[in-house]
């Protein structure tokens, strides 16, 4: 797994970013186009503002038709600003950092990694930060199913209930309790010395922070070699729930509570047969990231149509991209996801 390593950007690789976003650009556009062309005269857009930008939206394992359901967002920002904004989706976080800093996207919706990235690799922006139900930082969960509560588990596992989505899950080594279930960590990340050489143990993508790195920073702490384990190698937070839900690994990771992904209505048993054991330190979550040659005076009023914007629609805010909020991003926080990201750059 060692060679999977690799920074979030690689120069040599920008030339494929157009074509990852022509690939994945789909409708919506004609509503930005029209929305902008509408509100051109009356929004007053300086001399040197561009007559469209780029919005780079991630793929979104709860959405099909990103970009449509994104059009609140994009038809907002080009009434507003008085220019078309087009939302495309890139193939993953690396392409809209690329997107980012080959200028074929001016924004990007994107973790904090990416932003970091984009802010080293040239010279982008990281202007907002993504608040959910409260909380600007999140844990990854170690997780495991029911059968093995016994062997990760030093007492009863309990059941608490998820503020976002009201579901009962349950929880053990004190993660959470009947009263409480804030998803702070971190918390038992000496349960993962349990894991022993050749048990199956469900990853992530390598970029992706809760499935990947934030585990094997806490496995690395215990004393634990990755490369002595099974690794089950998953795409999205939902299918690493449901391998271990499924028994194809024994330890999975993904985000604080990545359970509320699975519908109750396809895997009624969900909180009953996936238990969380752990929770690793805390992580900043992603935000929005502006290209460097975007003007000033523009990036400012991206900056504060974005952040006033959970005022103008909160339901695309929760139901599209899961949060409640943007506020100003933290350079520290950002930071953190540096020198995350150092560590497993090589560099």
Request: net charge negative.
């Amino acid at each position: 797994m060692t060679e999977m390593r690799k920074t979030l950007l690689a120069p040599a690789v920008l030339a494929v970013a157009a074509l990852s976003l022509a690939g994945c650009s789909s409708g919506g556009t004609d509503n930005a186009s029209s929305s902008g062309a509408a509100a051109s005269s009356s929004a007053g857009s300086t001399a040197d503002w561009p007559s469209s930008i780029t919005l780079a939206l991630i793929p979104n394992e709860q959405v099909n038709d990103l970009v449509t359901s994104a059009a609140p967002l994009t038809d907002y920002l080009s009434k507003e600003l008085g220019i078309t904004v087009t939302g495309v989706v890139t193939k993953d976080y690396q392409a809209a950092v690329e997107a980012i800093c080959a200028g074929q996207a001016q924004i990007a919706i994107a973790d904090a990694g990416s932003l970091a990235a984009a802010q080293d690799q040239c010279g982008a922006f990281p202007v907002l930060q993504d608040v959910r139900y409260g909380a600007s930082s999140y844990a990854s969960e170690f997780f495991t199913n029911i059968k093995n509560a016994g062997k990760y588990c030093s007492d009863t596992p309990v059941e608490a209930t998820y503020a976002a989505n009201g579901e009962k899950y349950l929880y053990c080594n004190g993660v959470a309790n009947g009263d409480t279930n804030t998803g702070v960590g971190p918390v038992a990340v000496d349960a993962l010395k349990k894991i022993t050489p050749g048990t199956k143990v469900a990853f992530g993508n390598t970029t992706s922070p809760a499935g990947y790195q934030l585990p094997v920073l806490a496995l690395e702490s215990q004393g634990v070699n990755i490369d002595d384990l099974d690794q089950v190698p998953v795409t999205g937070n939902d299918n690493l729930i449901m391998a271990v839900y499924n028994g194809d690994a024994e330890v999975g990771f993904a985000y604080w509570d990545a359970r509320s992904s699975i519908k109750t209505s396809e895997v009624p048993d969900i909180g009953q047969k996936v238990v969380v054991f752990g929770l690793s330190e805390m992580y900043p979550n992603g935000g929005v990231v502006i290209g460097k040659d975007v003007p000033t005076d523009l990036r400012e009023k991206i900056t504060s149509l974005m952040a006033g914007f959970s005022k103008v629609d909160p339901d695309t805010l929760k139901n599209i991209f899961g949060q409640t909020a943007w506020v100003p991003a933290d350079p520290a926080a950002i930071d953190v996801a540096r020198q995350v990201n150092k560590r497993f750059s090589g560099q």
